[in-house]
């Protein structure tokens, strides 16, 4: 029998959306919100601009944005509830911002928050919805003549993509890849198709260390301003520049990452008008170049 085909997937999502957000157990302002928050064609793969920058390496990327941290949950959050389990104050802020508001829900807040809530509500719909696009979006990158990557946990740490790898690489998607902060995972992926790089907190040098010593990649954002240079090495291990891309996965072969071992990814800063306040406020989490 033949997968059901993204319209129909569309068309249950609309008929069970009101069961789908109450299974996800939110607090009636939230809830509500979220219920209003559903678009007219639901799709769960979007892009960012870094995401299209890995065009010219000949790479169509996707990324689906869930609610990260405690966001879903509300601005002051809900007990330990969130999608990002190894999410430290200081990350949380800079992804978040302090100024998120309570009441109203910002277009990409609710972009977010109905993937997130269609993830926590009906996960068994999430992934037939998201292998579907997978498939389409294979195709359209095979059209044009390029590979394909699709990133699960573009604003999350659920561990989705790396449980999905095998069904999306079935789907015809070439490659699978996301950031973590959870260790484990961390080090089952390195040498494996599935591209997880780990990502530094402020707060877990040590597991970082492992990850390297390991031969994997770690994520560091650097107080480098954009068109600074980062520093060439950090603890000993060599650094890239990750903000030419977000292609990870290819970071050995057209980034100039060595061809094994340990490496670190480094990202600039990206902070608004008053650099020297956030930066102090964003605290361990960014590193001195």
């Known amino acids: 029998m033949s997968a059901p085909s993204l319209a129909s997937l569309r068309r249950q999502l609309w008929r069970d959306w009101p069961r789908i957000v109450d299974a996800c157990r939110l607090d009636p302002i939230r809830s509500a919100q979220v219920k209003a928050a559903l678009p007219l064609t639901p799709k769960l793969l979007g892009s960012s601009v870094k995401v299209k920058a890995g065009e010219s390496l000949g790479v169509l990327s996707s990324v689906v ?34 100024k998120a508001g309570r009441m109203i829900m910002r277009p990409m807040e609710r972009a977010r928050a109905w993937k997130a809530a269609l993830f926590l509500g009906d996960r068994a719909l999430f992934r037939a919805l998201l292998l579907a696009e997978a498939e389409a979006f294979a195709r359209k990158a095979r059209k044009a003549g390029m590979r394909s990557a699709i990133r699960v946990d573009g604003s999350s740490d659920t561990g989705e993509g790396q449980r999905l790898h095998a069904a999306l690489r079935a789907a015809g998607v070439d490659h699978v890849w996301d950031y973590s902060k959870v260790l484990g995972r961390a080090l089952r992926a390195i040498g494996g198709e599935y591209s997880l790089t780990f990502s530094f907190s402020g707060h877990n040098v040590a597991e970082s260390l492992e990850v390297l010593r390991a031969g994997g990649g770690v994520a560091v954002v650097f107080s480098s301003a954009k068109g600074e240079a980062l520093p060439s090495a950090w603890n000993g291990f060599p650094v890239v520049d990750g903000d030419v891309s977000d292609a990870r996965f290819l970071d050995r072969s057209h980034n100039g990452a060595p061809a094994s071992g340990g490496y670190v990814v480094g990202l600039r800063f990206k902070a608004a008008a008053r650099r020297a306040e956030a930066l102090a406020e964003a605290g361990p989490f960014v590193v001195a170049a």
């Open 65 to 98: 944005y869930l609610a990260p941290a405690g966001e879903l949950f509300g601005a002051e959050g809900s007990g330990r509830r969130t999608l990002c389990p190894k999410a430290s104050p200081e990350c949380e802020a800079a992804c978040l911002g302090r």
